[in-house]
């Protein structure tokens, strides 16, 4: 089996961040949510706080589309499938994971629409309350060993050195960089 990240690695950016600059520009959510967002981002940008504490603030400032957010991201995904990167529709199998930090909610309906069955994120209540670990660094060894044996992954694609945990255990790492993918040396 093929295991994805997902943003930097299948879609040329990242999720989150479209999402939200979506729905904030879009003005979805109340005016106080928006710079609750914005705030937030601009600290995590600023490294005064981590990704691990802004994010919770931000999707909790979601809640006010928390009972439409699958219509909202049917049409977010409408709209940005378009960056979904080429070689992925090359090197599509039926038997991919995709594992991502993003919240699973996000990704689902794209997943679908890739016919990805296998779907691994950070997961989230519908109040997008966390409900399990930030599926980052060795918490996607962790999440992937829920599922699967981690000797079924053939081969293993990412933009990021902090899944070079996942990495390590794959028989063919891959370093995906923009349109560009090489082969991983771990070393």
Request: proline fraction near 3%; include cysteine.
């Amino acid at each position: 089996m093929n295991v994805y990240d997902f943003d930097g690695t299948i879609l040329d950016g990242d999720s989150e961040v479209y999402f939200f600059t979506y729905v904030v520009n879009n003005k979805l959510i109340p005016l106080f949510n928006r710079k609750t967002i914005k705030f937030a981002w601009f600290l995590e940008r600023k490294h005064i706080i981590k990704y691990t504490k802004t994010r919770p603030i931000m999707y909790k400032a979601l809640r006010p589309i928390s009972d439409n957010i699958n219509n909202i991201l049917k049409v977010f995904w409408d709209i940005h499938i378009k960056y979904i990167k080429d070689y992925y529709y090359t090197n599509h199998k039926d038997d991919d994971v995709i594992i991502s930090a993003t919240p699973s909610f996000i990704l689902e309906d794209i997943a679908k629409r890739l016919h990805v069955k296998y779907l691994i994120g950070t997961s989230m209540d519908e109040r997008f309350n966390l409900t399990s670990k930030w599926c980052i660094r060795e918490e996607k060894v962790n999440r992937f060993k829920e599922k699967f044996d981690i000797k079924d992954i053939e081969e293993f694609y990412s933009d990021s050195n902090s899944d070079i945990y996942l990495a390590r255990l794959s028989k063919k790492p891959y370093k995906v960089i923009k349109d560009k993918i090489e082969k991983w040396d771990i070393d």
